[in-house]
């Protein structure tokens, strides 16, 4: 199976400059909890990603006033990309390796043309893979067992 048989395509993106507002309604809008964050909406390459997760804890948490900031303030400066002809294992191994649970999708040009989640494996991945996977991403970092 390969990462296009299971992403969602053509995923909403935002720019450094969209507005946290703007951001968590495009957010509410979509029912998702992440957004690729792009260079331009014209070549739409990924240069990080902004999750619900990430406005709270860099934003509010901070006791800074998220009306005044934007998805460049808050979001996370890499993003971790997979090919749509990338096979599901490797998106996988990916996914367990850098414990995310999101990785963008480019295509040839180098833009965000899906969003594989941990759901769509769940979704169409076996009962084992989808094990092993949320299993890998949950195990505690280092910083997390400090806490």
């Known amino acids: 199976m390969q990462v296009r048989e299971i992403m969602t395509g053509d995923p909403i993106c935002c720019t450094r400059e969209t507005g946290l507002p703007e951001v968590a309604r495009m957010m509410v809008e979509h029912d998702c909890g992440v957004i690729p964050v792009v260079e331009s909406r014209e070549n739409r390459r990924p240069v990080g990603v902004i999750t619900d997760r990430d406005i709270t804890c860099r934003s509010v948490a901070m006791r800074r006033n998220p009306l005044e900031m934007?998805?460049?303030?808050?979001?996370?400066?890499?993003?971790?990309?997979?090919?749509?002809?990338?096979?599901?294992?490797?998106?996988?191994?990916?996914?367990?390796?850098k414990q995310i649970r999101r990785i963008v999708v480019?295509?040839?040009?180098?833009?965000?043309?899906?969003?594989?989640?941990q759901?769509?494996?769940?979704?169409?991945?076996?009962?084992?893979?989808v094990a092993e996977v949320v299993r890998e991403v949950s195990r505690p970092t280092a910083t997390a067992s400090h806490r």
């Open 70 to 97: 934007t998805a460049g303030d808050c979001m996370t400066p890499t993003a971790m990309t997979a090919r749509p002809e990338t096979s599901l294992e490797d998106c996988e191994r990916l996914m367990e390796e």
């Open 106 to 117: 480019v295509d040839e040009r180098g833009s965000c043309c899906g969003l594989v989640a």
């Open 119 to 129: 759901a769509d494996i769940a979704r169409k991945a076996t009962e084992h893979d």
